[in-house]
């Protein structure tokens, strides 16, 4: 884990970010850059140490934001369909944040394989590709994920800041996920929708998995920048970790074809294991633990 650094985290309170937040502050110095809607998410930064800022990376203003990082780990991420918000905050922001620091040692740019265009459940390669993925879902996220990268790839270039952009695929962990968010529903007594074309699969990471790896991934920072897909070294379908979660649980897993529901999208993670490694949680023992920790009450007796 990085010691002895001034490190900046935006999307400090984030479920990917808030515990690779958790972790780096009793070793680092931690600044944190959120809109901070909510003022608990901030009490909690601060009560660890963490110094804030509030700022929208829509708005242009950074100043009186220090320059002077060691590490930028840039997690911000919004969706809020308003196509010129989401370009503004996603691409602008993170370009603009890389050149008020660029005096960083490395530049952590967390992407999604939301990028990738659809490919009929193969892996998608970092090279492969990219398409307006998401769309079904959430209109604007692919194509602001897709604007952010390339506005990273400029700035690293244009101000020489080793950079990394990582490609997330699914998180999950203690501060939930998409298996939660599938876990709720099974609770709700609501269907749970998956595309036509099965197995639905991704490469779900746990939180333990994204702290453990983020010294190596910044280790491969570069100029121009490296781009690498980054998820859970197994592919994992929506109907077996259903499955699983019902089997922990007692509670069905209504699984219902839809039209609006996102197809597979696992990634290739040959770069990954090469550079920086394999993942280390099983997906089985994670789910499990996510539910022992958000959800403990659903836990049957013998899971």
């Not at 479920?15 to 959120?34: I, K, Y």
């Not at 809109?35 to 140490?49: I, S, T, V």
């Not at 080793?162 to 501060?175: H, M, N």
Request: hydrophobic residues 45%.
């Amino acid at each position: 884990m990085l010691r002895g650094e001034k490190i900046l985290v935006t999307g400090p309170t984030s479920q990917v970010g808030w515990p690779l937040v958790r972790a780096l502050a009793s070793e680092n110095e931690v600044h944190g850059v959120a809109r901070f809607a909510d003022p608990a998410g901030r009490e909690r930064l601060e009560a660890l140490g963490v110094r804030t800022w509030q700022r929208d990376l829509a708005e242009p203003d950074l100043r009186d934001l220090p320059r002077d990082f060691d590490r930028v780990l840039n997690f911000a991420v919004v969706r809020s369909g308003d196509f010129d918000y989401d370009l503004a905050a996603n691409a602008e922001g993170a370009a603009r944040l890389l050149a008020h620091c660029a005096g960083a040692k490395t530049f952590l740019h967390c992407s999604s394989a939301a990028v990738y265009q659809h490919q009929d459940g193969r892996p998608a390669r970092e090279g492969d590709p990219l398409g307006d993925n998401h769309r079904v879902m959430m209109p604007t996220y692919s194509l602001a994920k897709i604007a952010a990268e390339t506005t990273v790839r400029f700035a690293a270039r244009q101000w020489n800041v080793p950079t990394v952009i990582a490609r997330l695929s699914v998180p999950y962990g203690d501060e939930g996920g998409w298996p939660w968010y599938h876990l709720m529903m099974m609770k709700a007594g609501h269907p749970i929708p998956i595309h036509a074309d099965g197995p639905n699969l991704f490469n779900p990471i746990h939180e333990d998995d994204t702290l453990e790896m983020l010294p190596r991934l910044l280790a491969i920072a570069d100029v121009p920048a490296a781009v690498i897909n980054w998820g859970g070294s197994e592919a994992v379908s929506i109907e077996a970790w259903c499955e699983h979660l019902a089997a922990l649980t007692g509670l069905e897993a209504r699984l219902e074809v839809s039209s609006r529901a996102l197809g597979a999208l696992p990634v290739d993670v040959t770069r990954m294991h090469e550079r920086i490694g394999r993942t280390r949680v099983p997906w089985r023992d994670g789910i499990r633990r996510m539910v022992a920790s958000r959800n403990p009450e659903l836990l049957r007796g013998d899971a």
